[in-house]
Structures are given as structure tokens and as C-alpha cells.
């Protein structure tokens, strides 16, 4: 089971970032997907989930209306596009496998993270 995360960078405030994770097939196939982020010195915290059956999102208070959660269920891959970035954006970000929840304990399965840093 393995999950691999890619895409983060630097981007300016009000800038974008695409964010991808790429499962293996038996960690894919039937599993809700999350994004989690970890602010510098912060808990990690829920950004957004994507139903397997339908595609159906589900977005933090904080990014709702600037992410975009999608997932291509051919390629095995669900992507987070981040648009009108903020500084406060900057964390690491996590892919999971296993839920559509706010709560990393509904998770079955984690990927490293990527670092994306928002300068103002």
C-alpha cells in the first residue's frame, strides 16, 4: 500500500499550486481520499475528502471556494488544485487513503507529505 504525494513548491500569495498522489492500485480502488496539511508547529489538520463511488467533495471552512479536490480513478491519482494561495497555506501536505472525514484517525493509510510555502 503506498501513496506518493508530489507538487509542492513555492508560490507567491494569490498565486497556484497543483497538488498530486499517486496510489497504488489496491490502495486506490474503492478508498475515499483525503488531503491533511501540517502548518510549521501546528497540529495536522483536514483540507478536503473525495468519495471513491461518486467523486463527491468535501472541503475545510478554510479552503472552500480556492481548492479544488479531484480524482482520476484510470490514472489511480487524486489531485488538490490550490488557487488564490495564502501565507497561512504554507504546510506540509498529506495524502490518506480509507476515509471521507475531517478525522486522521478515519484514515487507513498515509503518504509522506510535500511541502508548499506561500510567500507574501
Known amino acids: 500500500v503506498q501513496l506518493q504525494a508530489y507538487g509542492g513548491g513555492l508560490a507567491q500569495a494569490g498565486g497556484s499550486l497543483r497538488l498530486s498522489c499517486a496510489a497504488s492500485r489496491r490502495t486506490f480502488t474503492s478508498y475515499d481520499m483525503g488531503w491533511f496539511r501540517q502548518p510549521p508547529g501546528k497540529e495536522r489538520e483536514f483540507v478536503a475528502a473525495?468519495?471513491?463511488?461518486?467523486?463527491?467533495?468535501y472541503y475545510s471552512d478554510s479552503v472552500k471556494g480556492r481548492f479544488t479536490i479531484s480524482r482520476d480513478n484510470a490514472e489511480n491519482t487524486v489531485h488538490l488544485q490550490m488557487n488564490s494561495l495564502k501565507p497561512e497555506d504554507t504546510a506540509v501536505y498529506y495524502c490518506a487513503a480509507g476515509g471521507y472525514s475531517v478525522k486522521r484517525s478515519d484514515y487507513n493509510f498515509w503518504g509522506q507529505g510535500t511541502l508548499v510555502t506561500v510567500s507574501s
Open positions: 473525495i468519495t471513491w463511488s461518486d467523486g463527491r467533495p
